[in-house]
């Protein structure tokens, strides 16, 4: 079925208020779970284990500490459903404000600070964890990669990093040239079998469908490339106090509206990593 709002951000209306009909232009990429059970595991229709974990990257700023906090939390959602779920990110060697200290943290969820100077040793570093962790993963799982932006200018050797990419946007104009530009790049590097975005900041469901809406027909009319919706992110007050005590907003504010987002943009990953692979 087409991916839209109504997926994804039933919990932004009030009670008995229907959600607006009208649907992102966006690739089909299946049917989808409704249960938003927080210890419900997904079920899976692939019937042989994978030779490595799919791997999704991420661009995110060194100063980016919300769209951090988004991917960690991400990954602890992910690892809620049931997923083998590994964050990765280059180490800086200084204590970083984006991440908790690396290795097993909330429901299984691991996070790998990996030492990589660019794309192509991030690539190798995550290929050989998408490669040890599929041993681990009977309910399937995600590598997910922090890339800095920058170093997307240097591809050499980074065509796993390539293959499935999450662009995260608010609706402001600035912010939607700017992932476009990062998926123009993508696309025509040659290697992108799937890019989505994830909307975030907007206030209201009309901003965040027309804000996706802007994006991928552009794309589709100037890339001949179909953008995948990944659905909406809620910065909130919970966003900011869950970064300052670095704990899960869903295990600190699990009723909250960003952490109903949160496990709804996970399960709609881990959907994808389980029924459409990338290769």
């Known amino acids: 079925m087409p991916r839209d709002l109504v997926d994804v951000l039933d919990y932004l209306l009030p009670p008995g208020e229907q959600p607006s009909h009208q649907r992102y232009e966006t690739e089909k990429v299946g049917p989808v779970e409704s249960s938003r059970q927080p210890t419900a595991k997904l079920g899976r229709s692939r019937t042989s284990r ?3 974990l799919p791997i999704i990257t991420l661009p995110i700023g060194d100063r980016d500490v919300v769209r ?18 590994t964050l990765v990110a280059p180490a800086d060697g200084t204590e970083s404000p984006l991440w908790p ?3 097993r943290g909330p429901l299984g969820s691991q996070l790998a600070l990996v030492q990589a100077r660019d794309m192509g040793e991030l690539n190798r570093a995550a290929l050989d964890i998408a490669v040890s962790r599929t041993a681990e993963s009977a309910d399937g799982g995600i590598v997910i990669v922090r890339v800095p932006p920058e170093w997307m200018n240097r591809p050499s050797g980074s065509r796993a990093l390539l293959r ?5 946007a608010s609706p402001e104009s600035s912010d939607l040239r700017e992932a476009y ?5 993508i696309v025509q590097a040659g290697h992108a079998t799937r890019v989505g975005v994830t909307i975030h900041g907007a206030r209201r469901i009309g901003d965040a469908e027309r804000a996706f809406a802007r994006i991928s027909a552009t794309a589709l009319r100037h890339l001949r490339h179909s953008l995948v919706s990944y659905g909406l992110l809620v910065d909130d007050l919970h966003i900011y106090r869950a970064i300052v005590a670095q704990r899960p907003i869903g295990l600190e504010h699990p009723q909250s509206r960003a952490a109903r987002a949160l496990r709804d943009v996970a399960r709609l990953l881990l959907e994808d990593a389980r029924n459409h692979p990338v290769g």
Not at 70 to 85: H, K, T, Y
Not at 181 to 185: D, E, F, G, H, N
């Open 50 to 52: 994978p030779a490595a």
């Open 68 to 85: 951090a906090a988004f991917a960690w939390n991400l990954a602890v959602e992910i690892a809620r459903f049931g997923g083998n779920v």
């Open 101 to 103: 200290a690396p290795g």
């Open 164 to 168: 499935w990419v999450l662009l995260f």
């Open 181 to 185: 530009a990062l998926a123009k790049w």
